[in-house]
């Protein structure tokens, strides 16, 4: 398990509020720092790969473990 430092933990909610709770927390971190949030929505890899994508933060680590995804997101 990596080190984070910061849980968003967006389970049971359905498109957009993963991906709104994950941007609300990585308005509280600091640059270089690590948010890990957990979704079970079927849509939030998508969400959230092409956000993270487009603004420049780094997912270090994506597991997918019976209905439920876990990201490590590394702010840029």
Do not use: W
């Not at 957009?16 to 609300?24: A, F, G």
């Not at 690590?34 to 994506?62: C, N, R, S």
């Amino acid at each position: 398990m990596l080190k984070f430092d910061l849980e968003v933990d967006a389970s049971g909610l359905n498109c957009p509020l993963p991906l709104l709770r994950l941007k609300k927390g990585l308005m509280e971190i600091e640059q270089g720092d690590i948010v890990k949030i957990i979704a079970t929505d079927p849509a939030a890899y998508l969400d959230i790969g092409v956000f993270a994508d487009q603004v420049g933060h780094k997912i270090i680590e994506f597991i997918k473990d019976d209905g439920r995804q876990v990201f490590y997101i590394k702010k840029k």
